[in-house]
């Protein structure tokens, strides 16, 4: 089955202790990034990633990094924590075709995270 | 820079009732406009899409949109919306950048 996942689901931290949530998906996609999502602000793109070793940052990347060492995974590093990173993030790939030939993108199931 | 904004945040409506949602971007260029859905708890789903070709958009379950280019806009449109409808609704665009850009979303609930 097509998907992506993301591990953890949920997350319940304490402020500077460095976590990474996983994101894995299985349809061979180029493109890969990450949002967050918080109430009254909708998807807030964090980083993205056009293919293996290529990333870049999207509108918030403050505190968040990425690695994208194999095209499957594309985990997000919070190396330090602290309680405005309290959100919900979604993992989410798409095929990589060149131009405007571009399809949608797959989401995984969100990763709730909450910083004490 | 491509951007995308909703009018409606939140919309609540009676089973049976028509709905639009607007959905206004701005890019000079060629885009890609989307819908997503994401239901109570759930991550987000693709509604329906535009490329090229026929403004009009047919997606999943009933719904609809329409790209009218001289007004920037992709409103989603049902002619008579569910309880199962409850959901949050995303507009998202793709111009110049290889990742699309979300609206803040429309949370729409349905009363029975």
């Known amino acids: 089955e097509a998907q992506v996942t993301q591990n953890p689901r949920y997350l319940i931290t304490v402020t500077g202790k460095k976590l990474t949530v996983t994101c894995s998906q299985n349809m061979n996609h180029e493109y890969m990034s990450w949002y967050r999502q918080d109430p009254g602000l909708g998807l807030r793109q964090i980083y993205y990633?056009?293919?293996?070793?290529?990333?870049d940052k999207g509108d918030v990347p403050e505190g968040y990094k990425v690695s994208r060492k194999e095209k499957r995974n594309f985990p997000l590093i919070l190396e330090s924590p602290s309680p405005n990173q309290t959100s919900l993030y979604f993992c989410?790939?798409?095929?990589?075709?060149?131009?405007?030939?571009?399809?949608?993108?797959?989401f995984g199931p969100g990763t709730r995270l909450t910083v004490l | 820079a491509q951007s995308v904004s909703q009018h409606n945040h939140h919309v609540i409506l009676s089973e049976a009732a028509s709905l639009e949602l607007g959905c206004n971007y701005s890019?000079?260029?060629?885009?890609?406009l989307f819908w997503y859905v994401q239901y109570p708890g759930q991550h987000l789903q693709l509604l329906l899409k535009?490329?090229?070709?026929?403004?009009l958009v047919k997606g999943i379950k009933g719904f609809e949109a329409e790209f009218i280019k001289s007004k920037f806009s992709f409103n989603l449109r049902k002619p008579s919306v569910q309880w199962s409808d409850t959901a949050e609704y995303f507009c998202a665009v793709r111009g110049g950048s290889y990742i699309p850009t979300f609206g803040r979303g429309t949370s729409l609930i349905v009363h029975p």
């Open positions: 535009y490329f090229s070709g026929d403004p």
């Open positions: 990633s056009m293919n293996v070793e290529v990333t």
């Open positions: 989410a790939s798409s095929t990589g075709q060149g131009g405007l030939s571009y399809n949608e993108q797959f």
């Open positions: 890019y000079g260029g060629t885009v890609n």
